[in-house]
């Protein structure tokens, strides 16, 4: 009875790690695969006057030229506009 408990065990196992690898395949081929974690990749953008970079979200802008430019402080947008 053990044995057959330890073979079904291994059995599930192997069948996992052959899933995990597939799953890196596909992934790696560019193929649609399950999301992993429910984080999302943020863009950052830098700083024009001191080359920070900081997310669009949480950073100061200003337009300039027909673009949007994106501060790390109120320092740095000023120094930006007096230019």
Do not use: N, Q
């Not at 974690?37 to 863009?43: H, L």
């Not at 949480?58 to 947008?77: I, M, P, V």
């Amino acid at each position: 009875m053990i044995r057959y408990l330890l073979i079904g065990i291994l059995i599930l196992i192997i069948a996992r790690v052959f899933w995990r690898v597939m799953d890196g395949i596909l992934e790696a081929a560019g193929g649609t695969t399950r999301s992993r974690s429910k984080s999302s990749a943020v863009k950052l953008v830098r700083d024009p006057v001191c080359g920070t970079f900081v997310a669009p979200s949480a950073a100061l802008s200003a337009e300039a030229g027909g673009a949007t430019h994106y501060f790390c402080s109120e320092k740095c947008r000023s120094e930006f506009k007096h230019r």
